[in-house]
């Protein structure tokens, strides 16, 4: 996939590149859960249908909302993003930002959860088959803090040489992201030492 990006010339073979992307980590991100009663069979959203895609899908909502706060902060307009296609209602500079921050402070969050016991299966209400799945409050209330440990976090940031808490990466990361915009220079994802 990373010579198909290399190779892509139209923002549409760099999305299905992303899409590519995202279906093979999702294909093995279900090896990471070793807690019982727990399974992943899949990515699946809008509602998410089973405890893991809900915990997912949730965390993702506080994610956005930090990366989105950051970009007002910075002054710029979220629903003009790159990578991110515009559609009515969705800030896709937000989405933009927040892919490079997914893995390491929620992905990884939400499968420490499961994997210590954090939560359990039965923080969840599953409807009739076919129906989604709910978080009960409990499990709400247990990943709003983990997450927000995790924005607390001190983590090497290399474009200032020393650790930062992943709250101010965020913001680091918008700034960059204006510069990028604004004055030409180079933008660089971060990379989690």
């Not at 420490?112 to 923080?123: F, K, S």
Request: net charge negative; charged share 25%; aromatic share 8%.
């Amino acid at each position: 996939t990373l010579e198909r990006l290399a190779r892509a010339e139209t923002l549409d073979e760099v999305r299905g590149c992303e899409g590519a992307a995202a279906a093979a980590y999702f294909r093995v991100f279900g090896g990471l859960i070793t807690a019982e009663g727990f399974s992943f069979d899949g990515r699946n959203r809008r509602p998410p249908m089973d405890p893991v895609n809900a915990m997912l899908s949730f965390s993702y909502t506080l994610l956005a909302n930090v990366v989105e706060a950051a970009v007002h902060v910075v002054g710029l307009d979220p629903y003009l993003g790159t990578l991110h296609a515009p559609e009515p209602g969705r800030p896709s500079l937000v989405c933009d930002l927040q892919e490079e921050f997914r893995t390491p402070l929620v992905d990884a969050m939400v499968v420490a959860a499961m994997n210590l016991g954090v939560v359990e299966p039965g923080d969840f209400e599953q409807g009739a088959a076919g129906e989604p799945v709910w978080m009960k409050r409990e499990a709400v209330r247990s990943l709003v803090q983990l997450f927000e440990r995790r924005l607390a976090r001190a983590v090497r940031y290399e474009p200032v040489g020393k650790r930062l808490p992943y709250r101010m990466v965020v913001e680091q990361q918008v700034r960059r992201m204006a510069r990028a915009v604004l004055e030409g220079e180079p933008y660089e994802a971060f990379k989690p030492r």
